[in-house]
């Protein structure tokens, strides 16, 4: 009997597969990667299930630390949003989940891995990517994939089993973690429908605008208004249990998937993208133009290798060694006001703030040079162009 891993997420896909792989003759040994999205009541009710599945053995590992030291705080760094919309919230996950189970696989000496992704999404990719690279050969099984399943399929399946799944909650697949959750439906799968309001996670029930302060120190957040908070994760969650109330960070992006289909799909993510939001104003204040400038070209670099699944490559940390010495400056308070469905950034209070400088006031003063120097400035700065009017001309 083939002893393998399958990466367990306790949805009707994952289910299937424990009963199918076990009575394919697999020893199936159900792991869930709790990046963020889980609480112990949903991890107890998995074990439970997974168990009652058949699986030989049932294990939650959590990442979430590890997820945002490895992945998350680079995202910030970046100011990480695909196509200037989404936090790529799944698409980080799913890169953890995967090398995680690789990982574990190889500690209790599996022969295999699988997973329950379907064969028309980014995931697939990400699951076999990193099973290859983190995996040692490792066999990978697909179930899901490789039968071609309709969800109804997969419930009468196990029925005749004497197992009844339960009646799907909603309309919506809902997937959440630390950095956001995303939700998908029949209105996503068109191209000009909102979501609804009851589709979302958190209802908007805050009413009456709120200030908000958020503290960074090198670039990473500590806090917000009068609160410090031991690590990070513990102040995203903390913001998003505030802000989510107020329906900021939601939003419909449509992007490129890895395979080359478009998708679409809702998400809610108030802490992150508040969070992006804040750490790209304060850079303003506090990098060279540059430094900005490079940045810029490197993180959507960043953000479009991650989303397809190539974060296991070492220039990715080439990439995030830069974004990190860019951080050192990055310290202060960025100044909001959340509304309901929308938040404005006020303003920034920081000791590196270079606009306070005392060399000029754009627009009004300059201390630091003359008018005579602005104009031989200015006139070796146009010597490429007049050269070049100069050719033209005779030519």
């Known amino acids: 009997m083939k002893k393998i891993v399958l990466a367990y997420s306790g949805g009707l896909d994952t289910s299937f597969c424990v009963k199918y792989l076990t009575e394919q003759g697999y020893e199936v040994h159900a792991l869930t990667v709790d990046t963020g999205g889980f609480s112990a009541e949903e991890l107890a009710e998995m074990r439970e299930r997974a ?11 959590d990442v979430t630390d590890d997820y945002y030291r490895e992945c998350l705080r680079f995202l910030v760094y970046g100011n990480c949003l695909r196509y ?17 189970t690789a990982r574990y696989a190889v500690e209790i000496d599996a022969d ?29 099984i697909t179930p899901i994939r490789d039968l071609k399943l309709s969800r109804q399929e997969e419930v009468d399946y196990l ?25 998908g439906g029949a209105e996503t799968l068109t191209s000009h429908q909102p ?24 670039g990473q957040i500590t806090g917000f208004d009068d609160q410090e908070f031991v690590g990070q994760v513990a102040a995203i969650r ?7 109330p107020y329906g900021v960070g939601r939003d419909v992006h449509v992007g490129d998937t890895i395979i080359g289909i478009k998708g679409r799909v809702g998400f809610a993510a108030a802490a992150a993208v508040l969070i992006i939001k804040a750490h790209h104003l304060l850079e303003k204040h506090t990098l060279g133009k540059w430094q900005l400038f490079w940045k810029e070209q490197l993180s959507n670099w960043y953000g479009m290798m991650l989303h397809e699944g190539q974060f296991l490559d070492p220039v990715m940390r080439d990439v995030e060694a830069f974004l990190e010495s860019s951080q050192d400056t990055v310290n202060g308070t960025v100044h909001l006001t959340l509304h309901p469905h929308r938040f404005t950034l006020d303003g920034i209070t920081s000791d590196d703030d270079l606009l306070g400088a005392g060399f000029g006031s754009y627009g009004e003063m300059n201390k630091g040079w003359s008018g005579d120097d602005v104009r031989g400035f200015t006139k070796i700065l146009s010597v490429p162009g007049r050269i070049r009017n100069s050719v033209h001309q005779q030519s």
């Open 195 to 218: 979501l609804p309001e009851d589709a979302w996670p958190v209802p908007v029930t805050a009413t009456e605008p709120r200030k908000l302060d958020i503290h960074f120190r090198k």
């Open 112 to 140: 295999g891995v699988a997973h329950g992704s379907t064969g028309a999404g980014n995931d697939q990719v990400r699951f076999d990517l990193a099973f290859e690279l983190s995996g040692k050969d490792l066999e990978i």
């Open 238 to 244: 903390a913001l998003e249990e505030l802000a989510a």
């Open 159 to 183: 029925a005749e089993r004497g197992l009844q799944w339960p009646e799907k909650k909603g309309t919506y697949s809902i997937n959440a973690g630390l950095w956001g959750t995303s939700v």
């Open 51 to 61: 168990l009652a599945l058949g699986a030989a053995s049932y294990k939650s590992i």
């Open 84 to 100: 200037q919309t989404y936090p790529m919230s799944v698409s980080a996950e799913r890169m953890f989940q995967a090398m995680t």
